[in-house]
């Protein structure tokens, strides 16, 4: 508890109606004074803890959104920043009537904080295939709640010193000390209870809402409670209305939320959602797959596998590299069991080890319906054993020279948080599990669409120590577009090709094996083909992608 400086100096004292008279008086309480501070040190606590929950959910959905969690922290960290400088200056004009303006800062921020995650994702749902002049229609609707959450949040400081110090006069030092204590052990609070607690029980949406409520309730207690009789009876009344208003906003939301999650799921991915689920790693959803509709998988609203044309796709990946000793397989990724379906075609597999970061695919891969017939119970082979770990952080624990092929089929390089999974480090580690003679394979992304990923995936491969051949394969169908965006094809650039980087210690030839299955899909004309075509469209120079130094586009 902070001891009394000096006594406050007289402040004028209101007449009835609330004006300022020109008797001398004191704050009146309706507690002690030091029961005060502490209340207003505690309404500080909360805000900030609410403040950081609001600035960790629009960085998480406009991630989730839009990709590249880099450049989407960087923009909203950076508005919010400059914004808060901006409301705090604002504020200063505020602090004659500091009890009624952080009522209303309060009010409006709880309004703007609570309903920007359902905003956000609404305006996505429902115009992100606009195009035109809205293409970038969310990134402004991300840059405007940041700077309407920076601008209020900016204005709390000021007018709170105000308050705590009509209580008891104290020198600046103390008081800045004291509120930036509270503040600071909030967002901490804010920091933590967003990951661990709002995020996996509450989800993005009603965890925003409910803060929401915590600081309209928090903020108008507050004023209303400790500060009643330095307002007005019409400011007690506005205020008291407000805050009434922006509750009933925030419950009616919370109320719908479901409903309005599964209309904006069917705006984005059509009537077809069969399953949606929340994993401890990420959204899965999965569409089609009955009624003769083909199967869609969705992880994180991208496109991760279609009953279209995913044949194609893990055929390339798998067979080119079996050619040669297959007794013991490492599959990176591949979670749904698909890349797995084709390991398990050639005889000689003795093992399959599936290293996969998310339970929940794994889980889906061998219970729905569906997706298990496809992958053809692959997972259930009593040769496939699962591994749900990071990839990187499993081979750094695993043993040397124990697998013959290595399949990456890892999430696309341009995705920021699968970059280590690109890397130079990770494929010194890859190579580290190869037999004298094994091959390593990798999905590298879209050729054609994206060629300085895929390149860049080409030279960080030869950077580990690796020769390598490139090729890609065409047949990619129309739809999603799969890779780093999130959205539907025709607003997303279109992949109309995949790209694959064979490796291995000596000069690797893409053939398939003259003693393995037949393939429905590829041939060795075709792959050498494949090959030529990719090597015409190199792009030499390009430097490796490191742990420290990423290269790959967002």
Known sequence: MIEPQAAAPPRPARTRGGRSGSGSGSLRLPVRQGTGRFLVLAGVFVCAACGLVYELELVALATYLMGDSVTQASVVLSV??????IGSLAAKRLRRHAAAAFGAVEAGLALVGGCSAMALYAVFAWT?????V???GP?????????????LIGAEVPLLMELIQRIRRQDAGGAVADLSAADYVGALVGGLAFPFLLLPFLGQLTGALITGAVNAVVGGALVLGLFRQDLTPRARRLLVAANICVLAVLATAAVLVDDFERAARHAMYGADVRVALHTDVQEVLLTGGRDGRPLNLFLDGRLR????????????????????????????GGGDGLAVREVLRHTGVHRVDVVEADAGVV???????ALSALNAHALDDPRVRVFVADAFDWLRRAPAAVYDVVVSDLPHPGITENTKLYSQEFYGLARRMLAADGRLVVHGGAMASRPRDFWTVDATVRAAGFRTVAYRVRGRQDGYAAGPDRGQARTAHAHRDWGFVLAARHEPAPRLDPAGPRPRTLTDAALAADTRAAERIRVPGLPPSTLVHPRYSG
Request: aromatic residues 8%; charged residues 25%; proline residues 3%.
């Open 80 to 85: 919010m920043v400059f914004a808060m400088g």
């Open 305 to 332: 596998v279609s009953g279209r044309d995913e044949r194609r796709y893990h055929e390339a990946l798998v067979h080119p590299a079996m050619n040669g000793p297959h007794h013991r397989v490492l599959v990176l």
């Open 139 to 151: 990134r402004g609707l991300l840059v405007a709640f940041s700077l309407a959450t920076g601008l």
């Open 128 to 132: 992100g295939d606009w195009g035109g």
């Open 134 to 136: 809205w293409a970038s």
């Open 363 to 369: 889980r889906l891969a061998r219970r729905d319906r």
